[in-house]
Nanobody, 115 residues
Framework: QVQLVESGGGLAQAGGSLRVSCVAS????????MGWYRQAIGKQRELVAT???????NYADSVKGRFSISRNNGKNMADLQMNSLNAEDTGVYYC?????????WGQGTQVTVSS
């Protein structure tokens, strides 16, 4: 089993920045992918960004150029730096990881952007 714990997030003004972090623990032999999804009220959960073990990244079009995902494989950590935030970035941000084709999710951390 893999446990994911998020930290960071909070409240920011439009145009500001926030950072969310995720630490994985448990039976970890290989996390092929780590990343972040988000869910706004009344909307489906959507991909924000992912990063594979080799450092390859994938971003939602809505965050390209503003968000940056990084990963520390030795510490089983993944961070998401969010810049130029806008109100549409508001939501619960969930850490995601995949190990041996099985997905794992964190509890989520709230990000609120005031306009």
């Amino acid at each position: 089993q893999v446990q994911l714990v998020e930290s960071g997030g909070g409240l920011a003004q439009a145009g500001g920045s926030l950072r969310v972090s995720c630490v994985a623990s448990g039976t970890i032999s290989s996390l092929s992918v780590m990343g972040w999804y988000r869910q706004a009220i009344g909307k489906q959960r959507e991909l924000v960004a992912t990063i594979d073990a080799g450092g390859g990244t994938n971003y939602a079009d809505s965050v390209k150029g503003r968000f940056s995902i990084s990963r520390n494989n030795g510490k089983n950590m993944a961070d998401l730096q969010m810049n130029s935030l806008n109100a549409e970035d508001t939501g619960v941000y969930y850490c995601y990881a995949r190990a041996f084709f099985k997905p794992y999710w964190g509890q989520g951390t709230q990000v609120t952007v005031s306009s």
